[in-house]
């Protein structure tokens, strides 16, 4: 019996953590996806992360209720990882959006505003699969705003995980529709 190499296996930083490297109320789920990492990825771009269960990106009309939900690349590492984020105005019932530039959004810390960053990430698994993750992060650097938030992230923190499931089961579909059809003639 041969055994595995026994030197450490170097995974990359994640680009998350360039925008949020600690947050104090978030969510991580993972899916193995019978397809290879590439075409997962490619299945994040083909989908249209705009609709539920994934918030909006790239909106600027009025949101139902009135909101002008506007979440924004934050970065990616092509092959590898999407980043989006958002600055919301606390209590998170108020409504107000910020679309924060993402040079700024780490620093960001406007009294009274959250900042969620939501991270999407496909790593090899195996041969021919990748492990797709979706990790979702908030951080509030009001302390005035934690116990309006803890309330409510408590009514709100056992919807997070149903949504990013359904946000990786349609990759997932993507990706293996992806991996099934035809090659295109030259």
Not at 14 to 42: C, K, M, T, W
Not at 48 to 75: I, N
Request: with cysteine.
């Amino acid at each position: 019996m041969t055994l595995a190499d026994p030197r450490p296996v170097r995974t990359p930083a994640l680009l998350l953590d360039q925008f949020v490297p600690h947050s104090q109320f978030g969510s991580a789920r993972h899916r193995i996806v019978n397809a290879a990492p590439d075409e997962v990825y490619a299945a994040i771009h083909e989908l249209d992360l705009t609709r539920p269960p994934w918030p909006r990106c790239h909106r600027s009309g009025p949101e139902p209720g009135g909101s002008t939900a506007r979440w924004v690349v934050l970065g990616e590492r092509p092959g590898m990882e999407l980043v989006l984020g958002a600055a919301v105005r606390l209590p998170p019932w108020s409504g107000q959006w910020l679309q924060v530039d993402p040079r700024d959004f780490r620093e960001f810390e406007e009294p009274g505003y959250g900042k969620i960053a939501a991270g999407i990430s496909v790593l090899p698994y195996g041969r021919r699969r990748g492990l797709l993750t979706h990790e979702l992060r908030i951080v509030l650097a009001d302390p005035a705003c934690w116990p309006r938030w803890l309330r409510y992230w408590r009514l709100l923190a056992p919807l997070v995980g149903p949504a990013q499931n359904a946000t990786l089961k349609a990759i997932e579909a993507a990706a293996t529709a992806l991996g099934a059809a035809p090659a295109p003639l030259a």
